[in-house]
T-cell receptor, first 115, second 113 residues
Framework: AAGVIQSPRHLIKEKRETATLKCYPI?????VYWYQQGPGQDPQFLIS???????DKGSIPDRFSAQQFSDYHSELNMSSLELGDSALYFC??????????????FGSGTRLTVV | SQELEQSPQSLIVQEGKNLTINCTSS?????LYWYKQKYGEGLIFLMM?????EEKSHEKITAKLDEKKQQSSLHITASQPSHAGIYLC?????????????FGAGTTVTVRA
């Protein structure tokens, strides 16, 4: 079965550089969520999209922006990277209006290292 | 998330033994999700509980929700090395259908042969 695809799996960037993370949801999933998991931390919600519109926003820095495209894939753009941005970034998808017991399906994550 | 407290933080269990992980919420729960994570990898959905008193099982894993205590427990029977990993509980604190999850800090499970 198709899963949530994230790319790249690993990314190394220098401070003040820019990074773009991509997420391809499961087919027919129209809602995408982004989470950030720092070393030894629990995942923190960043932002979510439904039908290409931002639907909710969490603790996402102003240096980050995200969007969802017509094919429902989403991109997280991170500028002026800081050392503290080093983390595992997860994308999750689900069909809006789907049964609540469906749960989220998470991708394998992108590990961003800022040096 | 400070709203969700998991215990214990970590545990080591002998293969074949049972184990229990607890997740306690300080807010009203509209859904409680259990995930498993291998170190540095994605989260694998285990099960979701929504109603007080609800209990679900999958293979050797059973989860229960105590609505009064706003607490869920995850119980693994006859643990195996494949059960090793980090178990995270995630909570839905809104009654809306479009929801984000708040996660607990996780419980690291080590299974010794």
């Amino acid at each position: 079965a198709a899963g949530v695809i994230q790319s790249p799996r690993h990314l190394i960037k220098e401070k003040r550089e820019t990074a773009t993370l991509k997420c391809y949801p499961i087919p027919r999933h129209d809602t995408v969520y982004w989470y950030q998991q720092g070393p030894g931390q629990d995942p923190q919600f960043l932002i979510s999209f439904y039908e290409k519109m931002q639907s909710d926003k969490g603790s996402i820095p102003d240096r980050f922006s995200a969007q969802q495209f017509s094919d429902y894939h989403s991109e997280l753009n991170m500028s002026s990277l800081e050392l503290g941005d080093s983390a595992l970034y997860f994308c999750a998808s689900r069909p809006r209006g789907g049964k609540k017991d469906y749960g989220y399906t998470f991708g394998s994550g992108t590990r961003l290292t800022v040096v | 998330s400070q709203e969700l407290e998991q215990s214990p933080q970590s545990l080591i269990v002998q293969e074949g033994k049972n184990l229990t992980i607890n997740c306690t919420s300080s807010k009203t729960l509209y859904g409680l999700y259990w995930y498993k994570q291998k170190y540095g990898e994605g989260l694998i959905f285990l099960m979701m509980l929504q109603k007080g008193g609800e209990e679900k099982s999958h293979e050797k894993i059973t989860a229960k929700l105590d609505e009064k205590k706003q607490q869920s427990s995850l119980h693994i029977t006859a643990s195996q090395p494949s059960h090793a990993g980090i178990y995270l509980c995630g909570a839905d604190f809104t009654p809306l259908n479009d929801y984000k999850l708040s996660f607990g800090a996780g419980t690291t499970v080590t299974v010794r042969a």
